[in-house]
């Protein structure tokens, strides 16, 4: 453990005993630059405290593997990487924990400006909410029934579209680095004209879903909603140069 992380947790634990929030995000912010430029309360309870730093990162050269363990990557995209770092105290005891689980490859980011859901200016804070959407679903899907083998592709509402997000592993250094980052990726953005029946009917649910966790604190609507929504998709040996409809592992 570095002396930033350290600094941290104990700052972060100082700042429990406090009942103002915003007094731990003020404390911890300078302490978490450069790296985590924002950071913000995931939870205040007197037992359950979160507190959860974003940073984003781009990679020239992101490898992409298929999840069945190849040695040889299937193709190489530039890609941009939505990192978490999560302080939690429960019950007195403070933890720390980082997550890289949520890219977004170059090609959907042209896409997003060429449909005009972004404008130049718009585009960094909508590819922070996109991959904050991707890691939400990364989380969730460990509490799905689904198997964790296979790779998978989801349809995500977003905007009057669609976002095909799909499983796989990236990495990001030497070429037979181990460590290969299992992330969900969003592949593309389609444009409301490109959705048909089926896709609407595939992505129904998610809002109710969303509310039922903030209303019921219950995760069974979205994993189920994951699960409905899943498709298998197989990783081809090119380039998918726009995975539009994942599930068909070709698109436009």
Not at 58 to 78: C, H, N, Q
Not at 132 to 153: C, E, G, H, K, V
Not at 197 to 226: F, K, N, Q, V
Not at 229 to 243: E, F, I, K, S
Request: aromatic share 6%; glycine share 6%; proline share 6%.
């Amino acid at each position: 453990m570095g002396d930033k992380c350290r600094q941290a947790m104990s700052t972060f634990e100082t700042s429990c005993m406090s009942k103002k929030p915003g007094r731990c995000v003020r404390r911890l912010t300078p302490i978490l630059k450069p790296v985590f430029r924002s950071a913000n309360i995931g939870d205040w309870r007197k037992y359950n405290k979160v507190l959860i730093a974003s940073a984003m990162s781009t990679a020239p050269e992101a490898r992409v593997f298929d999840l069945k363990g190849t040695e040889e990557s299937l193709f190489e995209e530039r890609a941009a990487f939505l990192s978490n770092l999560f302080l939690v105290e429960i019950d007195g005891d403070v933890s720390a924990k980082t997550l890289t689980v949520a890219n977004i490859g170059h090609h959907a980011i042209a896409r997003l400006l060429e449909r005009e859901l972004s404008t130049p200016q718009s585009v960094a804070a909508d590819v922070k909410k996109i991959l904050s959407i991707a890691r939400n679903l990364a989380m969730t899907f460990d509490m799905t029934r689904l198997d964790p083998t296979p790779a998978y592709a989801f349809l995500v509402p977003y905007g009057e579209g669609a976002l095909p997000v799909v499983t796989m592993k990236v990495c990001t250094e030497g070429e037979m680095n181990p460590d290969r980052r299992w992330v969900m990726s969003v592949r593309t953005y389609l444009g409301p004209d490109m959705l048909k029946p089926e896709d609407h009917e595939r992505m129904d649910g998610m809002a109710d879903a969303l509310r039922a966790i903030a209303t019921e604190a219950s995760s069974e609507s979205i994993t189920g909603w994951m699960e409905k929504n899943a498709r298998p998709w197989v990783l081809g040996t090119t380039h998918p140069a726009d995975a539009g409809r994942a599930h068909e592992a070709q698109g436009s």
